[in-house]
């Protein structure tokens, strides 16, 4: 291994990828990208449901997800990698008053923002989605330019493309060490050597909490388990059906394939590293799945798994670098929102590093500091 580089990422997933592609880019190929497991992506990012939208409620993750999406449409011609953006649309079912009353407020921000977003009444909803039980439901949230793209894809594309632009990829290097090493430089030590550098990027996800201690830093991110069934094909299931999501309940279904993708967010699930199913879960995610889609009574699971959010007490992720430590930046903590917003945070982490501050999008609202700060605004639209 390099016994030096001009950065370091620590994280081989979508953040650390697309940070490593960005920085080569620019010029700044001396870049060594360390990741844990036996290959890139075995983290969030290949267990990802692989959505992507605009309804965000803060302008920072609206415009995150225009940057990003806006990628992925050209990222075919651009990085030679398919990711099979599908323009499905998204729709939030919603059972309250006060949560269609906010969902209101957010899309004329999102308008704002030029997303193409509106509100719906049921009947609406109901000609969207015939095949669901709209029991309790009193309107939606609808964008048909939010919808679906292929994980493996998107990070392969920026894996190829920053190993082609000399970035130096390290599986099997879980870091053991962050020590100071001079007065801008920090001593990165894995169990397969020492590297030297003057700027470390923590995109560890759910680990980077773990990683930031390594340096003595307090990262208040969380590891929450999430969990996602998939069907075997459902007869009748439509081309077109939408990303639906049931709001109050964290309920959400997708087509895959010829099937049904589904998962439910367990709203008590306690911070851990277990990413077992949770069999109790399952029974609770499956009655209120086929309660408000029926179809799904009679199909048969072909995989389930479970996987990790990298959440923040604010649900927004943490951008940019660290006041309070010198030469280390972090792009982690995106609370179930992460691949879809990797592509736009990459280029934002190379033009905070090389440039001193990220242009393209103004990140201060989800920099570090705003936790000591206590300007925090938190986003409202997580599942």
């Known amino acids: ?42 983290g969030s990012t290949g267990l990802n449901a692989g959505g992507v939208r605009h309804q965000f409620s803060s302008p920072v993750n609206i415009e995150l997800s225009k940057l990003s999406i806006g990628m992925m449409e050209r990222f075919a011609g651009e990085m030679e990698q398919e990711v099979a953006l599908r323009r499905c649309g998204y729709l939030f079912l919603l059972d309250s008053q006060t949560d269609l009353d906010r969902f209101r407020s957010n899309v004329e921000l999102q308008n704002r923002h030029d997303v193409p977003s509106r509100i719906l009444d049921v009947g609406a909803v109901a000609r969207l989605v015939p095949e669901a039980d709209l029991t309790g439901i009193i309107g939606g949230a609808w964008c048909p330019r939010d919808g679906l793209v292929d994980p493996h894809g998107l990070l392969q594309g920026y894996v190829s493309q920053a190993r082609k632009l000399g970035v130096t990829l390290r599986t099997h290097a879980p870091v053991t060490a962050i020590d100071r090493a001079g007065s801008n430089m920090h001593r990165i030590v894995t169990t397969s050597g020492v590297i030297e550098t003057p700027a470390v990027v923590i995109a560890a996800g759910p680990w980077s909490a773990q990683v930031g201690a390594l340096a003595g830093i307090d990262l208040p991110i969380e590891p929450i388990r999430r969990q996602i069934a998939v069907t075997n094909p459902v007869p009748g299931l439509r081309a077109d059906f939408p990303f ?4 109050s309940r964290a ?3 997708h087509r895959e394939g010829a099937g049904i993708l589904t998962g439910m967010s367990n709203r008590d699930e306690r911070p851990g590293f277990d990413t077992t199913v949770d069999e109790g879960w ?21 995989a389930e798994w479970a996987g990790l959010y990298e959440v923040t007490p604010d649900d927004q992720p943490i951008l940019g670098r660290l006041p309070h430590a010198d030469g280390i930046f972090v792009v982690a903590g995106f609370s179930g929102h992460g691949l879809m917003h990797g592509p736009g945070a990459g280029l934002l982490m190379a033009e905070e590093i090389l440039d001193g501050r990220a242009r393209t999008i103004d990140i201060d609202p989800l920099r570090w500091d705003r936790f000591a700060s206590g300007t925090t605004a938190g986003e409202f639209n997580v599942v």
């Open 251 to 253: 309920l959400y279904f």
């Open 244 to 247: 639906v999501i049931d709001f």
């Open 282 to 302: 399952r029974l609770t995610h499956l009655e209120n799945a086929v309660a408000r889609l029926p179809m799904l009574a009679d199909a048969d699971l072909l």
């Open 1 to 42: 291994m390099s016994d030096s580089a001009d950065v370091v990422i620590v994280g081989g997933g979508i953040m650390g990828m697309s940070t490593a592609y960005h920085l080569a880019k620019r010029g700044c190929r001396n870049v060594v990208v360390l990741e844990r497991g036996e290959m890139f992506g075995l």
